[in-house]
């Protein structure tokens, strides 16, 4: 009662609107409350700053994981496969003359059951690939690796690159 009666009194004095006194109370409260909060130095009430700091490293550690939806095993749990996320690794100094992963990739999925992370995996296929193979076995499963060609974005050349790790099991 008394609040509603102070923004009547303020609404007769300064023709403003009960939106604008809420947002000019909302700002006048919270920059009391900052000087407050400073002026107790919060930063010691609340947390350390070496508790802050090994805080924001874990939380940078994590940031930089990546989630596959595999056991230890590399059997994909397709409850999991649609929530894949890949981070690549950051890498400052490139070596030029190293083979990537991909060429020296020599396992075998299964492309009916395979999560993003799996198809990623093959030689020459990148997200976009492993999204539309996804989607092409969502509406119609592989009965043949030779069908994979369907999939725009893997044509006979990809496909010679990627035959002998896939298969239709």
Known sequence: MFWANLIAKI??????????IYAILF?????????ALKSLNANEIFIS??????????A??????????TDFRNNPNPLLASADTLKPKETFFPRPNRPSKKSEFSGIFNINTASKVQLMQLPGIGEKTALAII????NKKFNSIEEIMNVKGIGPKKF???KNNITVQ
């Open 160 to 162: 010679e690159k990627i």
């Open 11 to 20: 609404q007769t004095h300064t023709s403003m609107t009960k939106n604008e």
């Open 135 to 138: 989607e092409y076995r969502n």
């Open 27 to 35: 700002i006048f409260g919270f920059g009391f409350l900052g000087f």
């Open 49 to 58: 700053n070496d508790e802050y700091n090994s805080a924001t490293v874990s």
């Open 60 to 69: 940078m550690k994590v940031e930089r994981s990546t989630f596959i939806s």
